[in-house]
């Protein structure tokens, strides 16, 4: 037992700096990062949109692309909303998903162990029966939704990366409030 207490600790293990990059990327996605309207679209600014200069185009990109991030990915929700609202047919298909979600859930809640829920005369459990409807979602995504999925994350990545490479906001070059340090311009 002393040999445990006195043993030297492990290195960091890649899962571990993998665990801070998603935490860090959590901070950038918080809702308290959400920029207001007047300062995403530089309403009053006498130039809230220009062409940058080749040697600060990268800087500006990299910073508005990190002050940005949370605005960015309601471009994205937004995008995605009124693209499914566009194609009817995959709203159904949509609904019919969440239909089959809310019947297992029913299934799962009125089920006991006297009266289990059997397929082909099989007793199937909860955690199959999930992992059947997880399948089936995204089998009817990919092929009923595919070209709208690919349309919702080409467009919303063009919009925010013309954005972000257009916008002459004026950013901070100190840390800013997440912790990452400016890089110098140019």
């Excluded at 995504?141 to 490479?165: D, K, M, Q």
Aim: neutral net charge; glycine residues 6%.
């Amino acid at each position: 037992m002393a040999d445990k207490d006195n043993a030297i600790a492990p290195p960091l293990a890649p899962m571990n700096s993998m665990a801070m990059m998603k935490a860090k990327m959590k901070d950038v996605m918080n809702l308290r990062n959400l920029r207001g309207v007047v300062i995403f679209f530089g309403l009053g600014e006498p130039k809230p949109f220009e062409m940058p200069a080749k040697d600060v185009a990268l800087t500006r990109l990299r910073k508005n692309m990190m002050y940005f991030a949370t605005n960015y990915m309601l471009v994205v929700a937004c995008v995605g909303f009124l693209s499914i609202l566009m194609n009817p047919f995959f709203l159904f298909i949509l609904m019919c998903i969440a239909a089959g979600w809310y019947y297992v859930a029913q299934i799962t809640a009125s089920e006991t162990e006297e009266n289990p829920f059997k397929i082909a005369g099989r007793p199937v459990n909860a955690s199959q029966r999930n992992v059947g409807m997880l399948a089936i979602t995204g089998i009817l995504v990919v092929y009923f939704g595919g070209s709208v999925l690919f349309s919702i994350f080409s467009v919303s990545t063009f919009l925010s990366i013309a954005h972000s490479f257009l916008r002459n906001s004026n950013i901070p070059d100190e840390d800013d409030d997440l912790g990452f340090a400016a890089s110098p311009e140019p």
